[in-house]
């Protein structure tokens, strides 16, 4: 069993930054793929961005290309959402995920936190 917590969300302005963090405790983090999801008021969870468990294999929604940037650090049971140039449509609450296969954690993770609130002002 994983447990994720995310943290890290809050209100920022358009064109800003925010990191957002996921602590999973349990079984040991290295072993799992991880995610980030979102979803905005009245629209489905979409997903945002994913990393392998070695973090040699990378995946990114066509929104958020080239603005966010995930990472992950093992040592520290910790994954990371790097966003830059934050946008009114990116507000949403932002969802931890986990899972052993790759194509899973884009599509069906197995493990999800909390969420955590990210606003971004116009």
């Known amino acids: 069993q994983v447990q994720l917590v995310e943290s890290g969300g809050g209100l920022v302005q358009a064109g800003g930054s925010l990191r957002l963090s996921c602590a999973a405790s349990g079984r040991t983090f290295s072993a799992y793929h991880m995610g980030w999801f979102r979803q905005a008021p009245g629209k489905e969870r979409e997903f945002v961005a994913a990393i392998s468990w070695t973090s040699n294999t990378y995946s990114y929604a066509d929104s958020v ?7 992950r650090d093992n040592a520290k049971n910790t994954v990371y959402l790097q966003m830059n140039g934050l946008e009114p449509e990116d507000t ?3 969802y931890c995920a986990a899972s052993q296969m790759f194509s899973t954690v884009k599509y069906r993770p197995a493990y999800w936190g909390q969420g955590t609130q990210v606003t971004v002002s116009s």
């Open 92 to 94: 949403a609450v932002y």
């Open 65 to 71: 290309k080239g603005r966010f940037t995930i990472s």
